[in-house]
């Protein structure tokens, strides 16, 4: 598919972010052909340096992450870069990129809004004021959007002033994931799935988002956020959204965004009553990750008073005809036993036992395994083969997305760049649907503050404290499945 040429200008342009996964992004999408020589990328930050500084600093990343980089895809990805230092306060350094982007007149302006988003609407006033945007600019944003309803309320405010809402990205990268993007066609390319997508036949839904990592560098921005914000109020509750929606007409941007909206507004709320029951907060002491010992949370972050949560489970309903009764398991939270992201639909169980001699009959599961590696898995029951009685286990079908599609899957980033250059908002939130979330996740914060719930502490390695959220009977599935690290890396790279 063909697109208009584009600047892409991304402010924040040496940091993490734009390192880890922009500039990997871009170098792919010329590999694979996407994008040509001619159009053109603005890296701009605070940082004084060279162009050929910066680039010399980006080369490097890549080498590292990227086996054998393709000569030719190098020199045109090196050939469209350049690097401008700019503090973004102050409306004089805005000149060189306007010059910049003059000089290429290419057909439209993308802006990368990779900066902590207090700078959201400074950099969008500054650039309205150079006579910078028009009406085919775009404006990428990263999360967080804000950290509750009305800080996300403000940037957006202050954002739509310059920018109408078919002009506004707003990521949430889970999206942009090759797994998550097959749970749309799993369910909606499928017919054998949705016949049974519904409280009749499905008694829990589990979600869970592991990292083993802890905070890293972002001591300061995690501990004023926590697990709740960082993590559920985006990826998991996008994940759900796509578990729970209804069946879109078409996959227009509006109609997708339409019924993950009718989700968020049907999550049940949280009240003094339910929320202890119904969620956990945990924090992450010493203990061992992958062999390693590693420091409390309080140690990484050198405040012992701290309370934020680097884990959080919960259960929640959605209110709905389709969903009515079910609960909703997510968890997620750091430094925990290993990395993994999977979805288990849990079924109910057989109405009738017509072996009673044998052991407890399991629920079938789907499990929709998201990262490291990628797969579905439908646990069934099975004869366990041999004579005499009638003797069954959990046997697992398993599609393994590896052996099944021999070529590497695109990050996530990569997708979304090339979404925005074509100006399809599918994968991108809405401003109701990021409103909506921060309202339910408003409800959870204020019944912790109302009830002074206290953070649990659960030691690294472990998994966390998540059973305490479970319906009487549920119980979290643990996935026998290892991280089978050749496979991975034959998508991923190392
Ligand atoms: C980010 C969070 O949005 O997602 C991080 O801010 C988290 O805390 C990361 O580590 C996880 O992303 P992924 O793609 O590695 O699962």
Same mark, same amino acid.
């Given at each position: 598919?063909?697109?208009?040429?584009?600047?892409?200008v991304?402010f924040?342009?040496?940091?993490d972010?734009?390192?880890?996964?922009i500039f990997p992004?871009?170098?792919?999408?010329i590999?694979?052909?996407?994008?040509s020589?001619g159009?053109?990328v603005?890296?701009?930050?605070?940082t004084e340096m060279?162009?050929?500084t910066?680039?010399? !600093?980006? $080369?490097?990343?890549?080498?590292? *992450?990227?086996?054998n &980089?393709?000569?030719? #895809?190098?020199? @045109?990805?090196t050939?469209m870069i350049?690097?401008?230092?700019a503090?973004?306060?102050?409306?004089e350094?805005?000149?060189?990129?306007?010059k910049?982007?003059?000089?290429a007149?290419?057909?439209?302006t993308?802006f990368?809004y990779s900066?902590?988003?207090?700078l959201?609407?400074?950099i969008s006033?500054?650039?309205?004021?150079?006579?910078?945007?028009?009406d085919?600019?775009?404006?990428?944003?990263?999360?967080?959007?804000?950290?509750?309803?009305n800080s996300?309320?403000e940037?957006?405010t202050?954002?739509?002033?310059?920018?109408a809402?078919p002009?506004?990205?707003r990521i949430d990268?889970?999206l942009?994931?090759?797994?998550?993007?097959? !749970?749309? $066609?799993?369910?909606?390319?499928n *017919?054998?799935?949705? &016949?049974a997508?519904? #409280?009749?036949? @499905?008694d829990?839904?589990?979600?869970?988002?592991?990292e083993s990592i802890g905070?890293?560098?972002?001591?300061?921005f995690?501990?004023?956020?926590g697990a709740l914000?960082?993590?559920v109020q985006?990826?998991?509750?996008?994940l759900?959204?796509?578990?729970?929606m209804?069946?879109?007409?078409?996959?227009t941007?509006?109609?997708?965004?339409?019924?993950k909206?009718?989700?968020?507004?049907?999550?049940?709320?949280?009240?003094?009553?339910?929320?202890?029951k119904?969620?956990v907060?945990?924090?992450y002491a010493r203990?061992?990750v992958?062999?390693?010992?590693?420091n409390?949370?309080q140690e990484?972050i050198?405040?012992?008073?701290?309370?934020?949560e680097?884990?959080?489970?919960?259960?929640t309903?959605?209110?709905?005809?389709?969903?009515?009764?079910?609960?909703?398991?997510?968890?997620?939270g750091k430094r925990l036993?290993?990395?993994?992201?999977?979805?288990v639909?849990?079924?109910k169980?057989?109405?009738?036992?017509?072996f009673?001699a044998?052991?407890?009959?399991?629920?079938n599961?789907l499990?929709?395994r998201l990262q490291?590696?990628?797969?579905?898995?439908?646990?069934q029951m099975?004869?366990?083969?041999?004579?005499?009685?009638?003797?069954?286990?959990?046997?697992?079908?398993k599609?393994?997305?590896i052996?099944?599609f021999?070529?590497r899957?695109?990050e996530?980033y990569?997708?979304l760049?090339?979404d925005v250059v074509?100006?399809?908002q599918?994968?991108f939130?809405?401003a109701d649907?990021?409103r909506?979330?921060?309202?339910?996740?408003?409800?959870i914060?204020d019944?912790?503050?109302k009830t002074s719930q206290?953070v649990?502490?659960y030691?690294?390695?472990?998994?966390?404290?998540g059973?305490?959220v479970?319906?009487?009977?549920d119980?979290w599935?643990?996935?026998?499945?290892g991280?089978?690290?050749k496979?991975?890396?034959?998508?991923?790279?190392?």
């Open positions: 598919m063909s697109f208009k040429s584009f600047s892409l991304i924040g342009g040496d940091g972010l734009a390192l880890r996964k992004a871009i170098y792919y999408r590999k694979d052909k996407q994008i020589a159009n053109q603005l890296a701009v930050s605070r060279d162009t050929d910066f680039m010399a !600093l980006v $080369v490097s990343h890549l080498q590292k *992450h990227i086996e &980089l393709d000569a030719e #895809a190098l020199e @045109i990805f050939s350049s690097f401008i230092s503090d973004l306060t102050k409306a350094d805005y000149v060189p990129i306007k910049a982007l003059e000089e007149a290419l057909s439209q993308l990368y900066t902590p988003s207090s959201f609407g400074t006033r500054l650039l309205h004021a150079n006579s910078i945007l028009n085919s600019s775009k404006v990428i944003l990263e999360k967080p959007l804000g950290l509750d309803l996300f309320e940037i957006n202050e954002l739509s002033r310059y920018f809402e002009q506004m990205y990268h889970y942009g994931k090759e797994t998550v993007q097959n !749970l749309m $066609v799993l369910r909606f390319a *017919h054998l799935f949705e &016949l997508w519904n #409280a009749q036949n @499905i829990n839904v589990q979600i869970t988002v592991a905070v890293e560098k972002r001591k300061e995690y501990d004023a956020c914000k960082d993590m985006n990826h998991l509750l996008q759900l959204c796509l578990v729970a209804e069946p879109p007409a078409t996959l941007a509006d109609n997708v965004r339409d019924e909206l009718k989700v968020l507004k049907s999550l049940r709320t949280y009240n003094p009553g339910n929320v202890r119904w969620t907060k945990g924090q203990g061992e992958a062999d390693q010992q590693v409390s949370y990484d050198g405040s012992y008073d701290s309370s934020t680097t884990f959080v489970a919960l259960r309903y959605i209110d709905n005809w389709r969903w009515a009764g079910v609960p909703f398991y997510l968890r997620t036993e290993k990395r993994y992201s999977e979805i639909i849990n079924f169980r057989v109405p009738h036992n017509v009673p044998g052991p407890k009959i399991d629920r599961k499990i929709i490291p590696e990628e797969h579905i898995e439908l646990v099975a004869k366990t083969p041999g004579p005499g009685g009638y003797r069954y286990e959990p046997v697992s079908l599609l393994d997305f052996d099944s021999d070529r899957f695109p996530a990569e997708r760049l090339m074509r100006g399809n599918t994968l939130m809405r649907e990021v909506a979330s921060w309202k339910w996740i408003h409800s914060t019944s912790w503050n206290e649990v502490l030691k690294s390695g472990s998994k966390g404290p059973d305490k479970m319906e009487p009977g119980e599935y643990e996935s026998k499945n991280h089978d690290a496979k991975v890396s034959k998508f991923f790279g190392t």
